[in-house]
Nanobody, 122 residues
Framework: AQLVESGGGLVQAGGSLRIACAAS????????MGWFRQAAGKEREFVAV????????NYADSVKGRFTISRDNVKNTVYLQMNNLKPVDTGIYYCASGYVFDLVVAGNPDSWGQGTQVTVSS
């Protein structure tokens, strides 16, 4: 699948941002979708994942209660609503797609997007 992220930008601490990832092929509605992020000089880390139906979601402890992942299987798009943003949330956010939910969580999806930059200023 070709994945294209959008919606990144600069926001002040405490603010909100919603990023999106659009998939271009017909596998979107049967794939788990995830979000990962990578800060400068650090490894890419898991942020959130949603099952193909939207019925199951998992979040990294660092974002629980602040971030919400959702999906629209008609628009072939997955979203990440980020509230109460902190400077430590700064990084490149990558979309991931995969048929096996646990592999997406593990950072081994079928496809990756190119990423969108999110910068949170203090």
């Amino acid at each position: 699948a070709q994945l294209v992220e959008s919606g990144g930008g600069l926001v002040q601490a405490g603010g909100s941002l919603r990023i999106a990832c659009a998939a271009s092929d017909g596998t979107f509605s049967i794939n788990a979708m995830g979000w990962f992020r990578q800060a400068a000089g650090k490894e890419r880390e898991f942020v959130a994942v949603i099952s193909w139906s939207g019925g199951t979601t998992n979040y990294a402890d660092s974002v629980k209660g602040r971030f919400t992942i959702s999906r629209d299987n008609v628009k072939n798009t997955v979203y990440l609503q980020m509230n109460n943003l902190k400077p430590v949330d700064t990084g490149i956010y990558y979309c991931a797609s995969g048929y096996v939910f646990d592999l997406v969580v593990a950072g081994n999806p079928d496809s990756w997007g190119q990423g969108t930059q999110v910068t949170v200023s203090s």
